[in-house]
């Protein structure tokens, strides 16, 4: 409803998920902070605000993980996959060990200054379709990919800018179809000024057809000329 907030804090969840959350007003905000979690870690959050100036969905300063290596995720969304992208998240500061955030259709993102580690069942971070500033991040030791950039041919205008994370030892799954970053369909970010090493089989995997990936000031684990 209009002029709603909405805070969860200070909470330590022992079982079950974390909660479907969605917001639909632009003056409406939500906000999930300093939260504990050692058993269970799935959120979906949907934010259908366009245009906003402030950050309609905060995920900030959270201790999240998994017991059982399942599906649990962070599941953050604008829309679905053939609408436009719309809302406004930030998400920063967060420990998770083993859950992956996934990202869908978004018009605003912000990911920031957060550890992601021991994801088993997806990738570790997973971009669709959204608008999104992945910075100084530790994404260390998942299963899959640990950053994955796809947009389809409807969303060529969003752009995706990967920088100053560490991005290493990803892929301890040993496929080849994974990289410490993969990127598919249309999409075109910008990979800036990581320090990406030691993923099994490819530190970058440009699997589109359509861009080249602009990949520079990297560090990849010995000296770059």
Known sequence: RSGALLRIENNEFNDGDLGR????DTTT???????ISTSRGYMDVKSTV???STYQVTIEGNQ???????????YLRGGNWNQEV????????????????SIQNIEQLLVQNNTITNVQSSNAVQLN???AVVENNTIQDNRYSGVYVYNDFGHQAVTDTIRNNTIVSNNTYNNSYNAGVYVEGYANPVIWYNDIYDNNYYEIRNNSTVN????KYNWWGEETW
């Open 21 to 24: 959350y969605e917001v639909n």
């Open 29 to 35: 905000q939500f906000y999930f902070r300093n939260n």
């Open 212 to 215: 080249d990936v602009n990949a």
């Open 129 to 131: 379709n959204s608008n």
């Open 64 to 74: 999240l993980s998994t017991s059982n290596n399942s599906w649990d995720q962070l």
């Open 86 to 101: 719309k809302g406004s998240f930030l998400v920063k500061d967060n420990t998770l060990d083993g859950i992956s955030i």
């Open 50 to 52: 366009e245009n906003s």
